[in-house]
């Protein structure tokens, strides 16, 4: 296996706001992280709310700077700014497509700026390139001609994954990428996800604190806390022998593991299954 993604000992720290005296406090959002990320895996980073892991996104694409410690993508050490080039190679899809797309320009404007900036097509080539893109997210090639207000929260989230998709990245980051949706499109994004990460032969790198997700995607996850992985494990072994007492804390925390965690499928916040989906393409239907 190739190495995708190193981050070695990476420590990122924010001033502390309105701190004593007017003196410049630091605060370790990221307090020294190793992870090794392989090419073509789907790779989960879970934890509670501030334990770092939309900061170790940012590392990933270059907007937040580490004080100390490497990033290399795909063997080369990298450093922010990113060249284009790298920043093509890994590409983000956020929470809320709401806020992340343009409510003004229409899906054919966001995606075309974006693939002409990046040189990836152009002409009649780009027509295409459109059309092959509302069909890799499963939308009708109308929601082209469509602003973010005319489509549901779902159809959003397959905007957002096609624009970033449009650059041909290998690397794709979903960072909680299907919080803010009903479970049923939570759903169908993971399957999109899972799909389109073997298709294409993706690394994904799925963030959630919700555990039963991760578990339905992803093949490998790192726990965190407090700025730290404190585990590493495939997400079978993880699930069923965690070998750290916060990550048989944050198991406790979902209702069906209570105090064992051999359980076969965990349940979503809204009390519902989510299977895993596997290589052999296992479907979640909900
Ligand atoms: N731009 C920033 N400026 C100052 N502090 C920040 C900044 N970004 C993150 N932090 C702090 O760094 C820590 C880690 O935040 P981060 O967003 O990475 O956590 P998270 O695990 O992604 O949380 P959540 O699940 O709530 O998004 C938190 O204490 C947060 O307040």
Redesign the pocket.
């Known amino acids: 296996m190739t190495t995708e993604i190193a981050l070695d000992d990476i420590v990122v720290e924010?001033p502390v706001p309105g701190a004593k005296g007017g003196r410049r406090e630091l605060?370790r959002?990221l307090d020294g992280i190793t992870l090794h990320i392989e090419q073509g895996e789907s790779f989960g980073l879970v934890?509670e709310?501030?334990?770092?892991?939309?900061?170790?996104a940012n590392v990933i694409i270059g907007l937040a700077t580490p004080s100390s410690g490497s990033v290399a993508i795909d063997g080369e050490i990298v450093s922010t700014p990113r060249r284009p080039a790298l920043q093509q190679h890994v590409q983000m899809v956020f929470q809320d497509p709401a806020s992340s797309l343009n409510p003004r320009l229409r899906v054919r404007s966001v995606l075309r700026e974006l693939i002409e900036h990046h040189h990836v097509a152009s002409g009649t080539e780009l027509k295409g390139r459109l059309n092959e893109l509302m069909d890799m997210v499963g939308l009708p090639r109308r929601v082209l001609d469509a602003l973010p207000r005319d489509l549901s929260g779902g159809q959003r989230q397959r905007v957002a994954i096609a624009r970033a998709l449009a650059v041909e990245p290998r690397v794709l980051i979903a960072d909680?990428a299907v919080s803010a949706l009903d479970v049923s499109a939570q759903a169908k994004v993971i399957n999109l996800l899972a799909d389109l990460k073997d298709d294409l032969g993706l690394t994904l790198i799925f963030i959630s604190?919700d555990l039963s997700v991760v578990r339905a995607l992803c093949d490998r996850a790192a726990v965190?806390h407090a700025?730290r992985v404190i585990e590493v494990a495939q997400t079978e072994v993880l699930f069923s022998s965690p070998q750290q007492e916060y990550t048989r804390r944050l198991l406790r925390a979902i209702p069906a593991f209570g105090s064992s965690h051999g359980v076969p499928a965990a349940p979503t916040p809204h009390g519902q299954q989510l299977p895993r989906v596997s290589a052999d393409r296992e479907r979640i239907s909900l």
Do not use: F, L, V
């Not at 709310?49 to 170790?56: A, L, N, R």
């Open positions: 924010y605060r959002a934890g709310s501030g334990c770092g892991k939309s900061t170790t909680e604190h965190m700025g």
